[in-house]
């Protein structure tokens, strides 16, 4: 039996399908001053169809559904008033309010039609580029290395890691790992560097490492950023931090950095530093620390500084040397920090790269001659047009460009890697890990579905498609997107 409002429907729909032609796909809009046909919906996404429908409903003066989830986003861009009209509930619309009831039940009857199998195809193409990604800023993986043959990437993130086929992105193995409370990056720490077919020691869940991290932190109430050295047998603990009881604001206790063997538990260095520029030399047995316009270089043996020498001027952040950048060579001869490539036996600058400003990023080549480094180069809006390139560190010239913009790459996870071979070099984007050419700087296929979920509107989309066919996506939680109609 075919109900009263199911008739009118249908009598509804015989109409809006006489003859009345939609604009070219791409270019049709999302609310019509007239009655709208099925040509003005077929191959619209969920999001689209439902937001078509608010925007009707809304034009008929019922109430807007943007209390809450993703149509709070949307919905004020497309009408006239922005959040004024929605507030206020004015129409704003130029048909009468009963067409436009009649279109919102016409859109809703029809995304109701849409077959399940089609729906199912599209959610299941979007989940394809984003299966292995999580929970923004939580659960997504972020690079940490290749394996000695580069066909394998670790990736890890806050509660454990997995080996992935550069090539095809297809996960070989995965486990969880555990991050010792209150020490920041801990689970960075297990990794250093290191990868293979199985996981990674824990340094510092063996022998003395578990005393060593407490005595750093207090037992967990100081938060330090912590370094292993690249033999494992030295652990630096950055400046220190807790939380105030009173306020619950972190707070400075202690502004020293400090080296401590694992294994005798000796303290070996401790050296002023307000800030996290550091590194460790190849060797083990060097630290450098960039703290106050002034560069130093230490020997853990003896505790006694090698060189120090004035922070070289070429970047600038606002006017004044500032640490973004700095990297060792993998020989251990130089050094490169900001835009300067420095002698690590002497502190003597030998080049400065003509980057500009901020050149945050960099990464040396295994053969220690080439730089690859990304930035500002020429400040300001210039940063989304300039591409990270490579460069030669002795003569410093630049040597080719990637096909990828500043403004593309991830704003806070951002990372620079080579392959064991030099062939290719990684940077990780606002999409996810991208593989580069580095003879030509063009793109290699790779990490298929590994991609973030990057964009809100394949994220609605996804979350609608998953809602109406009763599946799951973690990464997309309901309370992010869900509204009452």
């Known amino acids: 039996m075919v109900t009263a409002t199911a008739a ?180 960075r720490v297990t990794f250093f560097g290191q990868s293979g077919s199985t996981p990674p020691p824990d340094v510092l869940k063996q022998g003395d490492g578990p005393k060593v991290v407490a005595l750093l932190t207090k037992n967990g109430r100081w938060h330090r950023q912590l370094s292993l050295s690249p033999d494992g047998r030295r652990l630096l603990a950055g400046p220190a931090s807790a939380e105030d009881r009173r306020t619950g604001e972190s707070v400075d206790v202690e502004l020293d950095i400090v080296v401590v063997d694992l294994n005798s538990r000796k303290e070996m260095l401790r050296v002023h530093g307000e800030g996290e520029c550091h590194r460790w030399l190849p060797d083990s047995k060097r630290l450098i620390v960039a703290e106050a316009r002034v560069v130093t270089a230490s020997d853990l043996d003896s505790g006694k500084q090698l060189w120090s020498v004035p922070q070289p001027t070429g970047a600038s952040y606002y006017g004044a040397p500032d640490c973004l950048s700095l990297e060792s060579a993998p020989d251990g001869k130089l050094l490169f920090l900001d835009s300067a490539v420095i002698d690590a036996d002497t502190g003597r600058t030998l080049k400065t790269l003509p980057l500009g400003a901020l050149p945050t990023l960099a990464a040396f080549a295994p053969d220690s001659e080439r730089i690859l480094v990304a930035g500002a180069a020429g400040g300001g809006d210039a940063s989304t047009r300039t591409s990270p390139a490579i460069w030669d560190a002795k003569t410093g010239s630049k040597l080719r460009t990637l096909s990828v913009t500043n403004g593309e790459l991830a704003q806070f996870d951002s990372a620079l890697a080579w392959s064991p071979d030099g062939r290719s070099v990684l940077v990780i984007g606002k999409k996810g890990p991208l593989l580069f050419d580095a003879e030509s700087g063009q793109p290699i296929s790779a990490f298929a579905g590994h991609e973030r979920w990057w964009d809100l509107d394949e994220k609605v989309e996804a979350w609608l498609l998953a809602r109406r066919l009763g599946r799951q996506i973690p990464a997309l939680r309901d309370n992010d997107f869900d509204v009452a109609f």
């Open 8 to 187: 009118w429907i249908l009598a509804f729909a015989s109409i809006a399908d006489a003859g009345i032609q939609s604009p070219p796909a791409g270019e049709r809009p999302v609310h019509y001053n007239r009655v709208v046909t099925r040509d003005d919906l077929a191959g619209r996404t969920l999001r689209e169809l439902e937001l078509m429908r608010a925007i009707a409903l809304h034009h008929s003066r019922q109430p807007a559904p943007v209390a809450k989830g993703w149509l709070r986003y949307y919905l004020p861009t497309y009408l006239p008033g922005g959040w004024r009209d929605v507030r206020k509930g004015e129409a704003g619309g130029s048909i009468l309010p009963s067409v436009e009831r009649q279109n919102a039940a016409f859109i809703a009857a029809y995304e109701k039609s849409l077959p399940l199998p089609e729906l199912a195809r599209r959610l299941d193409e979007i989940v394809a580029r984003h299966r292995y990604a999580g929970r923004p800023r939580r659960d997504e993986f972020r690079f940490e290395a290749f394996s000695s043959d580069g066909h394998l990437a670790l990736l890890s993130n806050h509660a454990g890691a997995i080996l992935v086929e550069v090539s095809t992105g297809k996960v070989t193995s995965r486990w969880r790992t555990g991050a010792d409370a209150g020490v920041r990056d801990a689970a």
